[in-house]
Structures are given as C-alpha cells and as structure tokens.
Nanobody, 117 residues
C-alpha cells in the first residue's frame, strides 16, 4: 500500500522560503512512469498543481509558479521536497503531495502552511 506524508514548518513569515518534504512508503519514488507532484489548496479556492518530479528525475513546473518553485528528491530516503521562495500571505494553503502514473492516484493528508506578516 502506498502512503505519502507531508511535513513542513506550519507558520512562515514573508519573504521567507518554505520547504516541505513528502515521505513515501510502499513504492520507490524511482519507479518507472511515476510522477510525484505537489498540489496546494488556498482557503476557499480550488486545487492548484505546483509541479512534479518524474521517475527519470525530470522536473515539471506550473508556469505561474516556476520562478519561485523548486522540487527535488532524495532517493536514499525515498522522499521528495518542495521549496517555495519569497512567500506572501497569498501562499497560505494546504499543501499536498501526490503520486501516480498519468493521474494522481495517491495523496498525502496535507500540511497547512500559513504565511503571516
């Protein structure tokens, strides 16, 4: 069974950088054809896909966020990381990690990140 679990700071001040980590169990993150994504949901809004790292260590970013977003992985720990730079209160959201082949089949429970001045 595949499980994902996000971890992060919870509270961040602008214009700091927030880093979130997703620990994956039950599936190697280097499994062929798998994509591992970060998705966020601001309060009262829909889901926003932020980016992904794929099985070939290929990176994909939402164009609207790519200047501030960096995704990486640590295959020795079977986890992947999101870094979002220069945060503002508009980055307040629940951040989810997710994975799958073509679709996001597996999701973490989400981690709240609140940006306050």
């Amino acid at each position: 069974q595949v499980h994902l679990k996000e971890s992060g700071p919870g509270l961040v001040k602008p214009p700091q950088t927030v880093s979130l980590t997703c620990a994956v169990t039950g599936k190697s993150i280097t499994t062929a054809n798998f994509y591992w994504s970060w998705v966020r949901q601001p309060p009262g809004k829909g889901l926003e896909w932020m980016g992904a790292i794929s099985w070939g260590n290929t990176l994909h970013y939402n164009p609207s966020l790519m200047m501030r977003t960096s995704i990486s992985w640590d295959t020795s720990k079977n986890q992947f990381t999101l870094q979002l730079d220069t945060v503002t209160p508009e980055d307040t959201a629940v951040y989810y990690c997710a994975g799958g082949i073509g679709a996001l089949d597996y999701w973490g429970q989400g981690a709240q990140v609140t940006v306050f001045a």
